[in-house]
Structure formats: C-alpha cells, structure tokens
C-alpha cells in the first residue's frame, strides 16, 4: 500500500483558517463597491457582495456578513446623513475583519461602514455626472426647446398608487377649472436602487412615440428627501437631457436640486406645483386673449371711422386727378389733331413743289421722271395716311382707358358693391355727432334713396 502522501481538504481548510486568523489579526477599513446586497428582511441579516471595478470590469470580488443588529444600526445612520439606505451600486468604506470558515470559505465580517465616506462619493460622482453632460453638449439641451404655447397631452412617470400622482390628477381635474389637460400614466419606480433603469425604460418608451404629446413630466410625492441619489445617476440624467420633448420634474423634495432636475427643462417641487404650473398657463393665454378681445372692441369703432374718412379723401383726390388728366388727355388729342394736319399741308406743298418741279423740267426729262415723281408722291402719301390712322388709332384707345378709368371711378358704381352714402340735408354724413334724434337722413343706395328719422344713437 502506498505511504500517506497527501491532506484532506479539512486539514487544508483548517491550515488555511488557522493561517488567516494569524495573519489577519485586526480589523481593516476597505474601499468597494455593493454589487448585490442580499439582505434578509426576515432573519435581519445581510451577506453583501462586494467589488472593486475597473473601467466598469471586476478586478476583485469578496462575499461579506453584517449580523442583523449590526445592520440595522448601520442602515440607520446612513438614512440619517447620506439620506439613502443601504443599497446595490453604492461605493462604501467599510471595517471589518478577515474570516474564514471551512464550508463558506473566506468572507468579510463587517462591523461599521463610514456613511460620511459615502456621502462624499455622491458627491464626487454627482459632480462627475454634471461634468461629463456638460463636455457631451447636453445638460442645457432639453432646457433648450421651445416651449409649447399650453400642454394640451403630457405623459405622467409616476407610480398610479402614490400620493403625489393622486394629488396630480385631482389638480388637473378640478370640476371648477375650465381647461382639460389629458394625461398618460406610464409606471415606472421612482426610488431605490432599480430606479435609474426603470425611469429609463419608461422614457424609452414615451420617446418612441412622443409625437403624441407636448410634454413630460416625472412625479414623485411624499416630500420625503430619502431614496433621491438615483436622480443624479448619469444614465438618469442623459436620458432626461436629450429627450425630444420639454421634461418638468416634480419628485418632492426641497433641499439641493438633483443632476436630474438641474437638466431638466422646468423644476417643480411637489406633483401639485406642476399641475398648477400646467394650468397657469392656460390661465395666463386666456387672460392675454381677454385683453386683446378689448383692445379689438374699443379701438375698431375709432379704426374704421378714420379708414372712413381716409376712404372719402382718397375718393375725392382720385376724382380730382381723373379730371384733371382727362382734361390733360383732351388737350394733347386736340394739340395733336392740330399738328397732324399741319404736318399734313406741309407734306403737300413739299410735293407740290416737288411736282412743279418735276412738271418744269419736263421739257428737257424723259416722261419717265414724271412718272416716277408721281409713284413717289404716292406712295409718301400712303404712307402719311397710315401713320395718321396709326396714331389716331392708339390715342383713341388711350382716350377709352381713360374714360373708363373716370367711368369706374363714379360713386355709382361704389354704390353698386355694397356700399351706400348718408346724407343729411344734402350733404354726407361722416361722423355720429353730425345727426340727433329727429333728424331725418337720406341713405342713398345703388338703385334708389331711403328716407329715415333717426330714433337714438350710440
């Protein structure tokens, strides 16, 4: 039989507990990061993950044990100062002490964990989340579109049994408020340590189809400032940012604003204040039109009066102006009738004169020259005539225009589009003072007068 050449693994085991606890006497204060919490809500006790990354990969992992008592005491001083409990994705200071068991094998038995030391890493990584929007282009970019004029349809990411969704409908459904709003609940978890990748996939899923609506807005009620660290998750913020649509967030709470709510493109801070925001609105547009309503019914009466007068001053120059171009007209036809036939003798005596000449020197010309000074004759005379009955032709058109011109001009034909003048005794009436009761007025229309007694006037 072969001699003993080998352990068990109890006696490796226990060589190698017996070489840790020598080893590692004291207690350690170490830097991770919570991957898995495990924490059990019936025995109290939590056995958390623990993991040191790098560029978001695990260099290193370690199981850890926090006893109930120990962890309750814990989760309550961390509500206290860094107003979040314990939970998975938190980076942690802890102090414990190196165990090793020989059937769980070696973990890490955690007594304290310094709240303070995470508070500055919220702190670090909420300034890391706010640096890194700002070097993408992004934390003014929702704060960057245009505001809608009302929120006519909004989509709601809130839970449908809070207190603050509650309070947000009953707001905008007020019986005793005129204006409808209509909203779309899309459920999501507003906080803990699930919350980023909920809220998340709840605006995925309004983004693709957020031509339905004009705006959204994220609620979350209870006042309580505990479970926000979430908002100043990085994923959390870049998705409200650079969203298509205006998102007003209204998740209750009144001290620092989260990174969540600095990008986003209005901040209120219950669900309530964002329903009023939404129907002050309404209120403010309805007020703007009731002004402009009275501005239009007292400045049209004095508005048209003076179009009125302009209108009858403008009918009064343009029929001076057709006269005087009339007159204009008929001088220069007469003017030019006289030069025409001026022109006409001189031609004549020039080819008379022409022909004597011709005629004279017959004795010594062929007939031939004769004949060819009478065809010139001819046809210069044809020619005068048709530059004549050219020119006589185009002013006599241009004559028609103008009396058609001073033809439409006539207030017969602006009777004739609907129009009508008043007269009283006479003469038109242009202003209400003119008239008092019993005084009797002539409205004269395109086809006859009508004769009235004026009654009362406003």
Known sequence: MASKNYVTLLQLSENIKAHIQATYTGFYRIKAEIIKLNHYKKSGHCFPDLAEKENGIIKAQMRATIWAG????????????????????????????????ELYGMSLNIVDIEPEFTLGEMARERRLTIEK?????????NKSLPAPLIVKKIAVISVNTSKGYSDFVQTLNNPESPFVIQHTLYPALLQGDKAVDSLVRALQRIKREYQNYDAVTIIRGGGDDVGLNCYDHYNLARSIAD?????????????????SEMVAFKNRITPTDVAYALLADYVNLNKFLQNGQSVISKKTPQLLHNRSVTLQNLTRRFQSNVKYQLQAEKNKMYNFGQNLKHD??????????????????????????????????????????????????AENARMDLVLNITKWADPVHTLKRGYSITLKNGKPVTQSRQLKAGDEITTKLANGEIKSTVNRKK
């Not at 989760?75 to 938190?90: K, Y």
């Not at 004759?377 to 006589?392: D, G, N, P, R």
């Open 70 to 101: 120990t962890y309750k005491k814990i989760d309550e001083e961390f509500l206290r100062i860094t107003r979040e409990p314990l939970h998975e994705g938190m980076t942690v200071l802890i102090k414990a002490r190196v165990n090793y068991h």
């Open 133 to 141: 929007l700002k070097k993408h282009g992004l934390f003014h970019k």
């Open 243 to 259: 969203f298509p649509l205006p998102v007003i967030t209204g998740i209750g709470h009144s001290t620092n604003e989260t990174v």
């Open 344 to 393: 006409a003798i001189k031609v004549i005596n020039r080819e008379e004169n022409t022909l004597q000449q011709a005629g004279s020197g017959l004795s010594t010309r062929p007939l031939k020259v004769m004949n060819e000074a009478k065809s010139v004759l001819k046809y210069q005379t044809q020619i005068l005539k048709l530059k004549s009955a050219e020119k006589l032709k």
